[in-house]
């Protein structure tokens, strides 16, 4: 499996601003997709956003305007610019990359936004 790490997390007021970075330890264009899930306590892992190798984006209706995938080659990253944060985005983030059926997916990184 490929190794994704994932940084970036913490803790913001609603209306604020992250950014979370996934970094691999391949060529990212290696993959087939990669993006990002999050989950809450309780509930099932939810797709946010995804890119695939051709560079299309798909994202969860809940982000869409709001959240932002950035792909570099360069650096083999994949990026989510979070921006208007809302008190239900509150989750644990988890980076994930597929090449065919074998899914990698990242430690995780816990997003809190509260007041």
């Known amino acids: 499996q490929e190794q994704l790490v994932e940084s970036g997390g913490g803790r913001v007021q609603p209306g604020g601003s992250l950014r979370l970075s996934c970094s691999a330890s391949?060529?990212?264009?290696?993959?087939?997709?990669m993006g990002w899930y999050r989950q809450t306590p309780g509930a099932e892992r939810e797709l946010v956003a995804l890119?695939?190798?051709?560079?299309?984006?798909s994202y969860a209706d809940s982000v869409k305007g709001r959240f932002t995938l950035f792909r570099d080659g360069t650096k083999n990253t994949v990026d989510l610019q979070m921006n208007n944060l809302k008190p239900e985005d509150t989750a644990v983030y988890y980076c994930?990359?597929?090449?065919?059926?074998?899914?990698?997916w990242g430690q995780g990184i816990l997003v809190t936004v509260s007041s």
């Open positions: 890119i695939n190798v051709g560079g299309v984006t």
């Open positions: 391949t060529n990212i264009f290696f993959f087939n997709d």
């Open positions: 994930r990359a597929r090449v065919a059926s074998r899914i990698s």
